[in-house]
């Protein structure tokens, strides 16, 4: 089993993992689109979190999960991403993504089918058309059971740079947090 990270995954996954590769999924794209009552935030003072939002691509981390292991992942991964009574904020799909080091990993296909979490559209905590601005001052302010907002986004900015990877709406956003110091 393939499970894609493209965002707190990358830098957190939480899961054993037989290898990790850099991949590119097609169709959709990483951003700020979903409100946060209880990780990232409170029903009083919403975070926002990453959800893949349709159209564009996205760069990640493709997990490679051994199948003795896939069911409990799974368990996992459902647990985190849609946890008992709250709003289903993603829907679970299998995806195809394509493995970027594939031709150096030696037997690792190039495409692969991998799990992916992708923001549900119809859900009331979709954040339809949020400006950077907007989006900086919800998660300078956010702050819920995993700690504050700012972490989860700069964590997710330093764990794709350490991909070598830059995403350009991720880093307009994080530039406009406030100085933490005041």
């Known amino acids: 089993m393939w499970v894609f990270a493209y965002g707190?995954?990358?830098?957190?996954?939480?899961?054993?993992?037989?290898?990790?590769?850099?991949?590119?999924?097609?169709?959709?794209?990483?951003?700020?689109?979903?409100?946060?009552?209880?990780?990232?935030?409170?029903?009083?003072?919403?975070?926002?979190?990453?959800?893949?939002?349709?159209?564009?691509?996205?760069?990640?981390?493709?997990?490679?999960?051994?199948?003795?292991?896939?069911?409990?992942?799974?368990g996992y991964l459902d647990d985190r991403e849609l946890p008992d009574g709250a709003e289903q904020v993603y829907h679970r799909r299998v995806l195809k993504v394509r493995l970027l080091d594939a031709p150096a990993a030696g037997g690792v296909p190039a495409v692969a089918p991998a799990v992916a979490y992708v923001a549900n559209r119809a859900c009331r905590l979709y954040a339809a058309r949020l400006s950077p601005e907007q989006a900086a001052a919800a998660i300078a302010r956010g702050r819920g059971q995993m700690g504050p907002n700012r972490d989860y986004l700069l964590n997710t900015v330093g764990g794709l740079r350490a991909m070598g990877v830059r995403d350009a709406g991720l880093d307009r956003i994080a530039a406009l947090l406030p100085d933490p110091a005041g």
């Open 8 to 74: 707190s995954l990358i830098w957190n996954p939480g899961f054993a993992h037989a290898g990790s590769h850099p991949a590119l999924l097609r169709g959709f794209h990483r951003r700020f689109c979903l409100w946060s009552h209880r990780y990232r935030g409170t029903p009083e003072m919403p975070g926002l979190v990453l959800g893949l939002d349709r159209g564009g691509a996205c760069r990640g981390v493709a997990f490679r999960v051994a199948a003795r292991h896939a069911a409990e992942v799974l």
